[in-house]
């Protein structure tokens, strides 16, 4: 678990200066509609921004324990898991809502479900992988081989990555290579 968070923690620290800030989020939200093809102020990037900053609030209140505006990776580590791992059910609470909705602005054509297209779009500005990351995440997660990465079928991915226990798990290598 503790390399799972340690990466995720890397990731969310957009600009690479050992701490996560309001700005790492608010940078990461612009990636993620640029990359989607929205432009900064549309409507689908204030949504994005306004969910990502709702992210960074609720992480916020629970990791930053000196109220200094930067979450250090201890900070983070110790939230994440009495948040997360010692209460599954607020991943469906805190993070669900937030795959979904950006999944949902990813889905150019609006089938449902991402293409590989879309899901490098997606993965590489929300989950901040590189291009061959994104693509390895995409054969993945699509389990039903139809082409297109499902809400659900990411979601369980996501899930897994963060609450599974087995060391051998595909979903082990969502975010790349652990070490």
Same mark, same amino acid.
Request: aromatic share 8%.
């Given at each position: 678990?503790?390399k799972? %968070? !340690?990466r995720?923690f890397?990731?969310?620290?957009?600009?690479? +200066?050992?701490?996560?800030?309001?700005?790492?989020?608010?940078?990461?939200?612009?990636?993620l509609?640029?990359?989607?093809?929205f432009?900064?102020g549309s409507?689908?990037?204030?949504?994005?921004?306004?969910t990502?900053?709702?992210?960074?609030?609720? %992480?916020?209140?629970?990791?930053?324990?000196? !109220?200094?505006?930067?979450i250090?990776?201890?900070?983070?580590?110790?939230?994440?898991?009495?948040l997360?791992?010692e209460?599954?059910?607020?991943?469906?609470?805190?993070?669900?809502? %937030?795959?979904?909705?950006?999944m949902?602005?990813?889905?150019a054509?609006?089938?449902?479900? *991402?293409?590989?297209?879309?899901?490098? +779009?997606?993965?590489?500005?929300?989950?901040?992988?590189?291009?061959?990351?994104a693509?390895?995440?995409?054969? *993945?997660?699509d389990?039903n /081989?139809?082409?297109?990465?499902?809400?659900?079928?990411?979601?369980?991915?996501i899930?897994?990555f963060?609450? /599974?226990?087995?060391p +051998? !798990?595909?979903? +082990?290598?969502l975010? /790349?290579?652990?070490?």
């Open positions: 678990m503790a799972k %968070l !340690a995720r890397q990731v969310w620290d957009y600009d690479g +200066n050992g701490v996560i800030e309001q700005v790492d989020f608010v940078r990461r939200g612009r990636r509609a640029v990359g989607l093809g432009s900064v409507p689908e990037h204030q949504v994005i921004h306004e990502f900053v709702q992210q960074w609030d609720a %992480l916020a209140g629970a990791a930053d324990t000196d !109220a200094d505006g930067k250090t990776e201890p900070e983070y580590v110790a939230a994440f898991t009495s997360i791992v209460h599954p059910e607020a991943f469906d609470e805190l993070y669900a809502p %937030l795959i979904r909705l950006t949902q602005l990813a889905d054509d609006g089938d449902g479900g *991402l293409d590989r297209a879309e899901w490098l +779009n997606w993965a590489t500005g929300y989950l901040g992988q590189s291009a061959d990351e693509g390895a995440s995409f054969e *993945l997660l389990h /081989g139809d082409g297109k990465v499902s809400t659900e079928e990411a979601q369980k991915g899930r897994e963060y609450l /599974g226990t087995d +051998n !798990a595909d979903a +082990n290598l975010l /790349g290579p652990l070490d």
